[in-house]
């Protein structure tokens, strides 16, 4: 009796200094708002957004989009960061955090188009031949 109370006593302990150690956050991107609404559909949205993001680790960090090649801004010896930009687009766009100089996003958020009126089928004629 005094083995298993010993025994229990040992793994309550253990799991609770399991569960105690800090966890350390993911890295992640946030984008705010994630939604741009347009008029119609075809047209382009313009939006101001706040892309924050974190590691976990400080390191050379730079924000891509699917909008353009060339980073959006970089951050040195950081693990954390955030800006503001305006956008002007005609379809969903992805962020990534990359390091500097690396191909591979470590974080990605999204920027999702929508439409007030949606673009209806073919024009239809209003003149017959037959």
């Known amino acids: 009796m005094k083995a298993l109370f010993t025994l229990l ?52 960090y730079c924000l891509h989009s699917t909008m353009q090649k060339q980073p959006i801004q970089c951050w040195k010896n950081q693990h954390d960061g955030q800006t503001e930009i305006d956008i002007k687009t005609s379809k969903n766009v992805t962020f990534s955090i990359r390091q500097f100089n690396s191909e591979a996003a470590l974080a990605t958020g999204f920027l999702k188009l929508a439409w007030v009126y949606k673009k209806k089928g073919k024009p239809r004629t209003s003149w017959r031949l037959f």
């Open 9 to 60: 006593l040992t793994s309550y302990m253990f799991a609770n200094s399991v569960y105690a150690a800090p966890a350390t956050p993911e890295p992640a991107i946030n984008v705010q708002p994630a939604q741009c609404v347009a008029m119609k559909q075809g047209n382009p949205c313009y939006i101001t957004v706040e892309i924050s993001w974190n590691m976990h680790d400080a390191g050379h």
